[in-house]
């Protein structure tokens, strides 16, 4: 499955952003999907996880009940609101897919199948 992000840019400290993810080339529905981002000399990070059908969702400690993940498999996509935004919210955040049509979707990177190419997201002070 190829997965296209966008969305990303720069925002004050407590504004909003969207993220969005276009999936194409598989059963969209087939697949767990993550966001995870990577600041800049830091190891790539899970963020947020939905399962297949959208029935479960788990997010990091970290941005807990300000970060909102959906997916719209009608439209293969699955999005990320973000809320409340930090400057150590700042990384570049990527969509991934795992192939998984039961629970949730794993935490660890490595674990993922497919990845997208990455959005900035800028969070100023």
């Known amino acids: 499955v190829q997965l296209q992000a966008s969305g990303g840019g720069l925002v004050q400290a407590g504004g909003s952003l969207g993220l969005s993810c276009a999936a194409s080339?598989?059963?969209?529905?087939?697949?767990?999907m993550g966001w995870f981002r990577q600041a800049p000399g830091k190891e790539r990070e899970f963020v947020a996880g939905i399962s297949w059908s959208g029935g479960s969702t788990y997010y990091a400690d970290s941005v807990k009940g300000r970060f909102t993940i959906s997916r719209d498999n009608a439209k293969n996509t699955v999005y990320l609101q973000m809320n409340s935004l930090k400057p150590e919210d700042t990384a570049v955040y990527y969509c991934?897919?795992?192939?998984?049509?039961?629970?949730?979707?794993?935490?660890?990177?490595?674990?993922?199948?497919?990845w997208g190419q990455g959005t900035q997201v800028t969070v100023s002070s």
């Open positions: 991934a897919a795992e192939r998984r049509t039961y629970g949730l979707g794993p935490t660890e990177a490595y674990k993922y199948d497919y």
């Open positions: 080339g598989r059963t969209f529905s087939n697949y767990a």
